[in-house]
């Protein structure tokens, strides 16, 4: 825990006591006011506090923690405006009034005068005399503590009453070890006459590793008298994650004034940023410990060459748990799925910005009234989804919610995984959390949040609502917890609904919502789609069923063949069919045999069925004014494909099948029967291999009976016009040629990758995800426009990147191919690409058919040599990229699948492009293996 790491062997109950022993210093006397020498920083070492007479931990276990009086070591003079101190009690002090006579923050330290031991406001400042070095050069101090328990800087000064000054926070710059924390001890005496001062601690948790800026609001150190401030200490300097640079940085030491605009200078800029307010939760339940507040700062970060970073900074007492709002760092790579890692820091205005350009999820349209309550609904007020758990990668490659605003946890979770319209987390520990944003939206006319929820009995957590302080797009929040008992909330493992009643959580703006935020989980929680509800009526968001896609309204002549019947398969036997061709599944597809009966049944859209009609090739053109009869009852939402193989009709040979097209049986059923003109299979029907049922976007099972080939139909039924549906591809056309066709990936190996590319001198394909390319964060879209500029081809692999077929119906569809196809094309300069990807490589025909609507006869490119870098790339053997990559190289694959997204792989590139080059082969654009007319001319031709 991070506690622990933090302070070693100091046990929890001291810290909630507020009593590091070891660590507390001596106030110092302050330098006299004057141009006196001030004392040579030898003299102000502390004096070590015996622990003995500090406050046992039993005394302390409740918050706030009990301040410790400490007696200084060397009285100072009394002056005659200084009357002897009173004892100090532990009074808390009362909230800093704002006020109005601040007019420029106070510079506390720029460590100038470190070597003399004096900070700005000629008071003393040093080091405990255990730092291994300390220097000061480029006029930040820098230093190494020599231990982390007991090292500390201080300053000190004469007694400042913040309040009267109007000073509501205290800002310093500081660097160390990545995601070390440092402790930051105020001290404060009861009145500025007082002798005796009280600490009062904080920790920073999760540093970014650069120089950033900490703004910490002064009421955070709960209970410090803010009106007799007289000093300040940082101690504490956790090692990073590596355990062993431990060198830090501090500079810029200052109390912020109420609204008066941070500096520009010194470098790093000031952050705008204060922390919240605690808001404390409304209700309390007595058998709790009060909930501890928890402070969240955002921190702007200056990058040496002047590039803004951003940074979050978690604030947090000692006692409580790691706070709230989204970091920036990368999350592990999830474990179930390639699926990939993430690289966007997403933050609220720049998923704003996504957000705006992209066109209106489609609406809600399920809303259930579940509860009306007294007060009416009120008016102008719809349901907003937030939430409905539609796809693994929207939510953890992609980090969007719903609402396309950024939705994660904080990397820790041990699963995460999305399906059927539900999300279950699996956490590590009572650290990992989940948050998801609004972005500043108005919820005043919303009553709270409907959700359902299954978790198993005994299961707590915190659920955290925040609104931004300030104008929107800032990053500050007010946060109000309540625990789920608070809350009401019992669990019993069975999925029920809940709301989130605005009501019971104080202190939020409702105009300007902004993120609910899921904690202290304690065992694996399912959450169902999460949506605001109107006013006081409790409604829950139902997500939309799968779409009976509407009966087709133009119909063809339905010719009558000559051809003699082919029974393929009647189901009597699991493993092989009628013709005595192998008939099978992919894994994870639920079969049943019995009665000559098939029942088929998946949840999962990228998984077929496939039953032979030869075993290499077989010539079906005989049947080509002829009808595929599919006999059947239940569901008919899927596709049917005729696949082709490849010209040598040899299995060993990459790619096998070449292609197929897919048809959906929906548009050519009756409630029993699936007829199909063979013409309608646009594929070259001399070389078929066998049909392949695939692209289930129900989960409701199909019973077959039948498949078979007859020449003709009964009379009344109607045959659909043919759809076009593409070109599938998972080969190069053009003799000996070879493309590398590269998904997406990390913006930190692109200058690699390019580097790479040229070389070696060749061009290549790649196919980018919409919505990062709105994502100013993600640098993506001058990513890609270099790329582009340097001769590669930008292509298309969806806005958000799910397996397109499953989807419920075409207008999610459509909205996925509306949204990427002007992404792209805002992106690059009126570029509309053909060229298409699908992600995870899932097709069907609905997801062909949509995008054969919007774009004229596009290509969808699968790949026939896959480096399995989602296999490999993270494994204990990398290396197995590289025969992933010779194996499908020798078998004649020759459009390659890859991403950018490790080390390994990108590492492995110029070898893998060596191996092609071996081959003979010429290395191309995908449009240009494929001889589109309109790819830009080989090296070499006209
Ligand atoms: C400080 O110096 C001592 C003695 O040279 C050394 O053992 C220790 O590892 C150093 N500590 C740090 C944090 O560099
Ligand atoms: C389908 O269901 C199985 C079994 O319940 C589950 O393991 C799998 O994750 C599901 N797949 C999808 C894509 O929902
Ligand atoms: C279909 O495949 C056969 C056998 O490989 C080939 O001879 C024929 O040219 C192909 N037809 C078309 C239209 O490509
Ligand atoms: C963004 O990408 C461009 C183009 O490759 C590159 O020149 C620039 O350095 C990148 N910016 C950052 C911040 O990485
Ligand atoms: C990247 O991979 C290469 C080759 O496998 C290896 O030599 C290098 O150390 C790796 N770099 C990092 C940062 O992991």
Known sequence: ?????????????????????????????????????????????????????????????????????????????????????????????????????CTAHLLVDDFTGWESGENNLAGATSDDQTMNATSTEGGILTFTPNNIDASYIYEQFDCLDTVASGYDSLSFNIKGPEAASVSIELQTVSDCGAEAYESFYYTVDGLSGSLQTINLQLDSWTGANLNGVVGILWYGFSAGMTGTDNEWQLDNIQFLCLDVPAPEDPAPPETTAVPTDPVPTSEPVPTEPPAATTVTTTV?????????????????????????????????????????????????????????????????????????????????????????????????????NALLKSSSDDATMKSIVVKDNRVTFTPTDTDSYFYTQLGCIDATAYGGVSLRISAPAGTTFDVQLSSTKGACGRETTTDATMTTKQLGWTFNGKEQLYSIPFSKFSGIDWTKFEMVFISNLKKPVTFGPMALYCGATVTEYIPPAVVEPTEPSETVPAPVSKATNLVIDQFSNADENALNQWHGADEGMTLTFKKNTMTLQTNDSDLMWVTQVAETCRDLTEFDDAYLHVAYTGSNLFTIALQQHNEKCNNDIYPYPETWDSLEASRYSTKTDIYIPLNHFNVNRTR????????????????????????KIPSGFTIPEKLPSGQFVFACKRPNSFAFAIDDGDPVFAQQVMKTIEDAGITVTF????????????????????????????????????????????????????????????????????????????????????????????????????????????????????????????????????????????????????????????????????????????????
Not at 7 to 29: E, Y
Not at 55 to 66: G, K, S, Y
Not at 909 to 915: H, Q, T
């Open 300 to 400: 702007w970060v200056t990058l040496p060459g002047g590039d803004v970073s951003t940074t979050t900074i978690t604030v947090q007492p000692p006692t409580t748990r790691v706070p709230v709002w989204p970091t920036t760092t990368r999350r592990p790579y999830p474990p179930y799925y390639p699926t990939y890692p993430p690289w966007w820091g997403i933050w609220p205005e720049t998923t704003a910005e996504v957000a705006a350009k992209a066109t209106p999820m489609p609406a809600i349209k399920n809303q259930v009234v579940v509860r009306q309550e007294s007060s009416p609904a009120v008016a102008e007020c719809s349901p907003l989804l937030i939430d409905d758990w539609v796809s693994q990668s929207r939510l953890t490659f992609l980090y969007y």
């Open 1 to 101: 825990m991070r506690l622990t790491q933090v302070f070693g062997g100091i046990t929890a109950a001291l810290l909630v006591s507020g009593v590091p022993a070891a660590r507390v210093p001596k106030r110092q006397d302050a330098p006299p006011v004057s141009s006196e020498t001030p004392a040579p920083p030898e003299t102000l070492t502390p004096v070590p506090t015996p622990t003995e007479t500090l406050a046992p931990p039993e005394t302390v276990t409740p918050l706030p923690p009990i301040e410790t009086t400490v007696p200084p070591v060397e009285t100072p003079e009394p002056t005659a405006t200084d009357p002897p101190a009173p004892p100090v009690t532990s009074t808390p002090a009362p909230p800093p009034d704002p006020v109005e006579t």
């Open 688 to 711: 078929s291999i066998g049909f392949a049922f695939k692209g289930f976007y129900s989960t409701t099972a199909t019973v077959f009976s039948k498949i078979e080939i007859v020449n």
């Open 767 to 942: 196919f980018t995800v919409g919505a990062p390319l709105r994502d100013p964060t993600t640098n993506l879209s001058a990513i890609y426009n270099e790329m582009a500029s340097k001769g590669h081809q930008i292509a298309l692999h969806s806005y958000t990147h799910p397996a397109l077929e499953g989807l419920p119906d075409e207008a999610a569809i459509d909205w996925e191919y509306s949204n990427d196809i002007e992404a792209v094309k805002e992106t690059f300069n009126g570029l509309q690409p053909k060229y298409f990807r699908p992600p995870f490589g899932t097709e069907g025909a609905r997801m062909r058919q949509r995008l054969a609507a919007l774009i004229d006869e596009p290509y969808i490119v699968q790949w026939s040599v896959d480096v399995e870098d989602w296999l490999w790339a993270e494994s204990d053997t990398p290396e197995k990229q590289l025969d992933a990559f010779k194996r499908d190289v020798a078998a004649g694959g020759n459009i390659v699948v890859m991403h950018y997204l490790y080390n390994s792989t990108v590492s492995y590139l110029p070898e893998f492009i060596k191996i092609a080059k071996a081959t003979g082969k010429q290395l191309m654009r995908v449009d240009q293996c494929m001889m589109d007319p309109n790819a830009p001319p080989l090296p070499g031709e006209a």
